[in-house]
């Protein structure tokens, strides 16, 4: 505006345009804080590759890894039917809704009202119909601070669905493995105690003979006792775990051909031959953190931007009727229109705006260090799972030799039996030992297994929701932030 018009401006428009010149300087939100997420260079605990290959591992369908169409067919009705997947899916969409609207308090509005009016000696009384039109300036960074809340609150929602993804694929997996592990525990146990009522029934024959002492009787009783207790433990992992599958699924009662029986989950000759390296981008907790900085970053620039005050444009058209006396509901004359700038200035609470403004600047710093915490606590859990993986693959590795090694004692010994070399009862010791080895066996199987879903747990495979929110950004600008 020129000097000689804003010299000859109403006082109203010089305060504004004052207000404006003074503390436009300040218009600009915050900048975002520099995350400095503490990635280390390379994995610790990494496999070493013979061959290195270019592919990354499959975070989307890590499972398929088992090569077992029941577990396939079970993550596929888990996604469909879970509960917390449905109620974090619903606090997506409302996510969404508002974050497409954040904009809408910073438009012009339009509001419509009526009101009675009557004099104090109720000699008239006079209905009031209007119009007020309102708009506020998104100054002092108020517009951008407003679109980052709404953006963390999107991410938020984005990440928790997401999260429950990752949780619900690792945790069918893990009770399918832990199911299938105990059905196959307590088909080995019940070999086992079969194996000692016959070791007890031919002490049992030698003592009568007096060929052994009551003593060894005694010790084969209490093997058996102890088999028939080893029995209880796989039993109650199978009940729990299929009831927990039927959870995981949305369903009342487990099905009954979990139930039944079958082959134990194996990786086989699976291998990883690199560690993934994209962890900030898939791991649905620092994507949590992240999105809570962004928050925080919102809300401190609106407890900043309203330490200023509050310009914006208004104007109102309002119309009174005496409804006693007037025949026409509408005369000239009767309307009164205004417009002008309208200021909300802090006076009397600006001490509590600023020590809120404060408060939030701490609240921001804080949420860029749980930030920060949930990257370690990412790369700590992403490390020991890859160790642990390697380990248990060598513990299986023995434990197949082991149990291969005891099959052919027991094959040598039937031989040596059936040429009568060897006794029914060294028969049968060979055998329960047979048995305790295929026992760890599959024990050290499912060490693997379980630790195979625990680390593509920490790296947050999961396959990705099918809500899209590309549209979203797009409805408010592409969102292009400094991290």
């Not at 909300?344 to 804080?366: E, N, S, T, V």
């Amino acid at each position: 505006m020129p000097d000689s018009a804003l010299r000859h401006a109403s006082p109203a428009v010089r305060l504004l345009c004052a207000l404006v010149l003074t503390t436009l300087v300040g218009c600009a939100a915050t900048p975002l804080p520099a995350l400095k997420p503490p990635v280390p260079q390379a994995w610790r605990n990494a496999p070493t590759a013979t061959a290195p290959s270019p592919a990354q591992p499959d975070l989307r369908n890590w499972w398929q890894a088992f090569n077992d169409p029941a577990l396939d067919a079970l993550v596929q009705r888990a996604l469909e039917h879970n509960l917390d997947v449905k109620a974090a899916s619903e606090r997506l969409l409302a996510a969404r809704t508002l974050y497409r609207h954040s904009n809408d308090p910073y438009l012009p509005s339009l509001r419509f009202d009526t009101n009675q009016v009557i004099q104090p000696d109720a000699s008239a009384s006079y209905f009031i119909v209007g119009f007020d039109a309102l708009w506020e300036m998104p100054l002092f960074g108020a517009l951008k601070s407003t679109q980052r809340l709404a953006a963390g609150n999107l991410d938020a929602a984005r990440a928790n669905l997401q999260g429950t993804y990752v949780t619900l694929v690792a945790e069918v997996a893990r009770c399918w493995v832990s199911l299938r592990t105990a059905q196959q525990q307590a088909k080995l146990l019940a070999g086992v105690r079969d194996a000692n009522q016959e070791k007890l029934h031919l002490l049992q024959l030698r003592a009568g003979l007096k060929l052994v002492a009551p003593t060894e009787v005694a010790s084969a009783k209490a093997e058996l006792a102890n088999a028939e207790m080893a029995l209880t433990e796989p039993q109650r992992a199978i009940n729990a775990n299929a009831q927990q599958l039927a959870v995981l699924l949305g369903q009342s009662e487990p099905d009954p051909a979990w139930l039944e029986g079958g082959a134990q989950p194996q990786l086989g000759d699976w291998q990883m031959t690199h560690a993934p390296a994209d962890l900030l981008r898939t791991r649905p907790e620092i994507a949590a953190a992240e999105a809570e900085v962004l928050r925080a970053a919102g809300e401190a620039g609106i407890s900043r931007a309203d330490v200023y005050p509050h310009i914006g444009l208004g104007s109102s058209l309002d119309w009174s009727v005496n409804l006693l006396t007037e025949r026409r509901l509408i005369r000239s004359g009767d309307s009164i229109f205004s417009a002008g700038p309208v200021i909300d200035m802090p006076l009397f609470d600006w001490g509590m705006r600023m020590a809120k403004a404060r408060a939030q600047k701490h609240g921001l710093k804080a949420a860029v260090y749980a930030y920060r915490q949930a990257v370690l606590q990412g790369v700590a859990e992403t490390e020991t799972a890859m160790g642990d993986l390697e380990q248990t693959h060598v513990r299986e590795t023995w434990a197949q030799q082991a149990a291969q090694a005891l099959g052919e004692n027991v094959s040598a010994l039937g031989k040596r039996r059936s040429l009568g070399l060897a006794s029914t009862l060294e028969l049968q010791d060979a055998t329960i030992a047979q048995d305790n080895a295929q026992l760890a066996l599959v024990s050290a199987r499912a060490e693997h297994d379980l630790a195979y879903v625990s680390l593509y747990k920490a790296l947050g495979g999961a396959p990705q929701p099918p809500v899209n929110v590309a549209a979203d950004y797009k409805a408010l600008g592409e969102r292009k932030e400094t991290k």
